[in-house]
């Protein structure tokens, strides 16, 4: 094995970081910011877009550094895009449903949540490969 199949996957580790970053800063925002604002279905939204935010930049991090036990670069490296694609996707819609009422957004968000599963797809392939 040589050093560049086991180092970390530099883009998803930094993407991870960001997603995770920006958040916890949606986060805040929602809950100080946008009470009062909003109603709570759109709280409740938008706290949904963060959850899934924080768990996928987490995954990010996860797939980044998983190549250190021997799983496959190319596929876990599929998954991050697809981790990425989900976060746009899914918690952007859904971001930009509650803030700009958007309603065209709706039919959007779903195809985020298929990039999630494809991507833990792809992790779950690449353990098997192991």
């Given amino acids: 094995m040589t050093a560049r199949q086991i180092e970390p996957l530099r883009p998803a580790l930094v993407l991870g970081a960001l997603f ?25 939204v938008f706290q949904t877009a963060v959850t899934y935010q924080v768990y996928h930049s987490l995954a990010l991090i996860l797939v980044a550094i998983l190549p250190v036990a021997g799983l496959s670069r190319r596929l876990l490296g599929i998954a991050a895009g697809f981790f990425v694609a989900g976060i746009l996707l899914f918690s952007g819609s859904l971001y930009l449903l509650v803030l700009t009422d958007l309603r065209w957004m709706g039919p ?14 792809l992790v ?4 098997f490969r192991r």
Wanted: hydrophobic share 60%.
């Fill in 124 to 127: 779950l392939i690449a353990g």
């Fill in 108 to 121: 959007v968000t779903p195809v985020g949540g298929i990039g999630f599963m494809v991507g833990w797809i």
């Fill in 20 to 44: 995770a970053l920006l958040a916890v800063m949606a986060g805040a925002f929602g809950a100080h910011g946008l009470r009062g604002v909003i109603d709570e279905r759109g709280l409740e």
